[in-house]
T-cell receptor
Framework: KAGVTQTPRYLIKTRGQQVTLSCSPISGHRSVSWYQQTPGQGLQFLFE???????NKGNFPGRFSGRQFSNSRSEMNVSTLELGDSALYLC????????????FGSGTQLSVL | SQQGEEDPQALSIQEGENATMNCSYK?????LQWYRQNSGRGLVHLIL?????REKHSGRLRVTLDTSKKSSSLLITASRAADTASYFCAYFTGGGNKLTFGTGTQLKVEL
C-alpha cells in the first residue's frame, strides 16, 4: 500500500501570494488532518476532514482553509502569505478501523520570502 | 495551550546506551502516543499506550504512563546511530483525530 503522499515537497513563495498544498491519503483512509510545524511553535493542528466535511479546526486565521474531495484527497490553501507562514506542513491520514494512530506524509516545506 | 512538554529538549548519548525521554501533558486522555521524526520529514508512529495501562513494550521501546501525574516516559534501550531523530509524545484533544503534540526531544546517538 502506498503511504501518504504530499506534493509539492518544497515551495517558495513571496508575501501576499497564495499557495495550495495537496495530500493523498493511504487508500481506504477517510480522515485527513493537517499540521503546521515551526521551530518556534512546534507541531500545531490546522484542521481535519472526514468524508469531505471539516470535522475539527485548530486556532489559525481564516487565511488557512482546506477541503477534501470524494476520493479522500485533500488540499489546503493559504491566502495572502505572511513571512510567519514559513513552515513544514504535514498531513496525516487514519484508517477507519479506529486503531488511533496517524500515518504522516513527508510534508511540504514552504518558504515565504 | 494544551501543548505537552517534553524533557530533555536535547539528548546526546553513545551507541549502546539507553535513552529516556519524558512527557508531561495537561488534559485527561484516553491514550498517549509517541512519534519519531527524522530530520524535518514526516512523523512515524512508534507506540500507543492506553490510559488504563501503566507500561507497554515494543522491541527496544518501553513506554510508561502515570495518569495521576499526567506524565509519560519513553525508554529506548541499546540505542543505535539510526535512532538519531526527534521524538514527540502526542494525545488526542477536542475530538476526531486532532492530535496535540509535545515540544519534542532531539536525540543524537553517537558512534
Amino acid at each position: 500500500k502506498a503511504g501518504v503522499t504530499q506534493t509539492p515537497r518544497y515551495l517558495i513563495k513571496t508575501r501576499g501570494q497564495q499557495v495550495t498544498l495537496s495530500c493523498s491519503p493511504i487508500s481506504g483512509h477517510r480522515s485527513v488532518s493537517w499540521y503546521q510545524q515551526t521551530p518556534g511553535q512546534g507541531l500545531q493542528f490546522l484542521f481535519e476532514y472526514f468524508s469531505e466535511t471539516q470535522r475539527n479546526k485548530g486556532n489559525f486565521p481564516g487565511r488557512f482553509s482546506g477541503r477534501q474531495f470524494s476520493n479522500s484527497r485533500s488540499e489546503m490553501n493559504v491566502s495572502t502569505l505572511e513571512l510567519g507562514d514559513s513552515a513544514l506542513y504535514l498531513c496525516a491520514s487514519s484508517d477507519p478501523t479506529g486503531n488511533e494512530k496517524l500515518f504522516f506524509g513527508s510534508g511540504t516545506q514552504l518558504s515565504v520570502l | 495551550s494544551q501543548q505537552g512538554e517534553e524533557d530533555p529538549q536535547a539528548l546526546s548519548i553513545q551507541e549502546g546506551e539507553n535513552a529516556t525521554m519524558n512527557c508531561s501533558y495537561k488534559t485527561s486522555i484516553n491514550n498517549l502516543q509517541w512519534y519519531r521524526q527524522n530530520s524535518g520529514r514526516g512523523l512515524v508512529h512508534l507506540i500507543l499506550i492506553r490510559s488504563n495501562e501503566r507500561e507497554k513494550h515494543s522491541g527496544r521501546l518501553r513506554v510508561t504512563l502515570d495518569t495521576s501525574k499526567k506524565s509519560s516516559s519513553l525508554l529506548i534501550t541499546a540505542s543505535r546511530a539510526a535512532d538519531t531523530a526527534s521524538y514527540f509524545c502526542a494525545y488526542f484533544t477536542g475530538g476526531g483525530n486532532k492530535l496535540t503534540f509535545g515540544t519534542g526531544t532531539q536525540l543524537k546517538v553517537e558512534l
